[in-house]
């Protein structure tokens, strides 16, 4: 099975980088992309160690992969019903593989086309905006080359840059968004003073004060530890007669800390809830 996974896997990023199965250079292609996103060809488990290298035959399997994905190249042993199947990634590779072909300037023509979060493209979407750009489209991106976080499902480390070049032909000058309207002015300060981003503006406090909000408050305090903070959480909610004296949320990279979290107050009889998670059905299902 964890064959069967990086051989998908391979498969999914290919069509991601628009490699097409016919390509000449494919084996090349596809050495490129298991470089350029660190796959891990290794299938061996804690149970079964890998007697030899398997690379070869998982390319192999990768390229058999793409091929059957083409319209109508599913071989007749196969159920028919899975013959008409295409998802997102395949709409995007087939028109990327296919560029040259497509009328992009007629039936229908785009006389505008808006591109959102374009530091997470890859390279068909970017072959796509190219492509309305060269048919007379004018072609608005917007992106944040700082909030590029979808490398791991194909999205091009360079597309930031790219969609530049692409919009503005190298005549335009770019338009910067840098006032913040999310986040306070005391945390807007302590981004510019503590990362990499230093040149974000705060929303006047015109803004904030119309909204009922004090724009001086909000602060980051990054001593504070996450059990100490639970623990004054669980604290104020027991002092406040099971309510909290603010909204709350916590935010993490991944789900595994919010689960622990969320368990320690279940734990407490606190209310919570997990965005895009039905915890409390979890834990029935895993019960029974």
């Given at each position: 099975?964890q064959?069967?996974?990086?051989?998908?896997?391979?498969?999914?990023?290919?069509?991601a980088?628009?490699?097409?199965?016919?390509?000449?250079?494919?084996?090349?292609?596809?050495?490129?992309?298991?470089?350029?996103?660190?796959?891990?060809?290794?299938?061996s488990?804690?149970r079964?160690?890998?007697?030899?290298?398997?690379?070869?035959?998982?390319?192999?399997?990768?390229?058999?992969?793409?091929?059957?994905?083409?319209?109508g190249?599913?071989?007749?042993?196969?159920?028919?019903?899975?013959?008409?199947?295409r998802?997102?990634?395949?709409?995007?590779?087939?028109?990327?593989?296919?560029?040259d072909?497509?009328p992009w300037?007629?039936?229908?023509?785009?006389?505008?086309v808006?591109?959102?979060?374009?530091?997470?493209?890859?390279?068909?979407?970017?072959?796509m905006?190219?492509?309305?750009?060269?048919?007379?489209?004018?072609?608005?991106?917007?992106?944040?080359?700082?909030?590029?976080?979808?490398?791991?499902?194909g999205?091009?480390?360079?597309?930031?840059?790219?969609?530049?070049?692409?919009?503005?032909?190298?005549?335009?000058?770019?338009?910067?968004l840098?006032?913040?309207?999310?986040?306070?002015?005391?945390?807007?300060?302590?981004?510019?003073?503590?990362t990499?981003?230093t040149d974000?503006?705060?929303?006047?406090?015109?803004?904030?004060?119309?909204?009922?909000?004090?724009?001086?408050?909000?602060?980051?305090?990054?001593?504070?530890?996450?059990?100490?903070?639970?623990?004054?959480?669980?604290?104020?909610?027991?002092?406040g007669?099971?309510?909290?004296?603010?909204?709350?949320?916590?935010i993490?990279?991944?789900?595994?800390?919010?689960?622990?979290?969320?368990?320690?107050?279940?734990k407490?009889?606190?209310?919570?809830?997990?965005?895009?998670?039905?915890?409390?059905?979890?834990?029935?299902?895993?019960?029974?």
């Amino acid at each position: 099975w964890q064959a069967v996974g990086i051989i998908q896997q391979i498969a999914k990023l290919a069509k991601a980088n628009a490699v097409a199965p016919n390509a000449p250079d494919i084996d090349q292609q596809l050495a490129k992309v298991i470089a350029d996103y660190a796959i891990d060809m290794d299938i061996s488990t804690d149970r079964v160690p890998q007697d030899r290298d398997y690379s070869r035959e998982m390319i192999e399997h990768a390229k058999q992969l793409l091929s059957y994905s083409l319209p109508g190249n599913l071989p007749r042993e196969f159920d028919k019903k899975d013959a008409g199947i295409r998802d997102q990634d395949d709409t995007l590779w087939y028109a990327a593989m296919n560029a040259d072909n497509i009328p992009w300037n007629t039936n229908p023509h785009y006389n505008v086309v808006l591109m959102d979060e374009v530091q997470d493209f890859n390279r068909c979407q970017i072959i796509m905006a190219r492509k309305f750009k060269e048919s007379g489209a004018r072609v608005v991106a917007v992106g944040d080359r700082f909030q590029s976080a979808y490398l791991f499902r194909g999205a091009d480390a360079n597309a930031f840059q790219e969609l530049q070049n692409v919009v503005t032909g190298g005549e335009d000058t770019p338009m910067s968004l840098p006032i913040n309207f999310r986040s306070l002015p005391p945390i807007i300060d302590f981004v510019n003073k503590n990362t990499h981003v230093t040149d974000l503006q705060a929303a006047p406090a015109s803004f904030w004060q119309a909204k009922g909000v004090n724009p001086n408050s909000g602060k980051v305090d990054v001593k504070v530890k996450p059990a100490d903070f639970m623990s004054q959480v669980q604290q104020e909610y027991q002092n406040g007669n099971r309510h909290l004296q603010k909204e709350t949320a916590l935010i993490s990279r991944t789900n595994a800390p919010l689960v622990s979290q969320g368990l320690t107050l279940l734990k407490s009889n606190i209310d919570f809830q997990i965005l895009g998670r039905d915890l409390s059905n979890e834990l029935i299902n895993h019960i029974k």
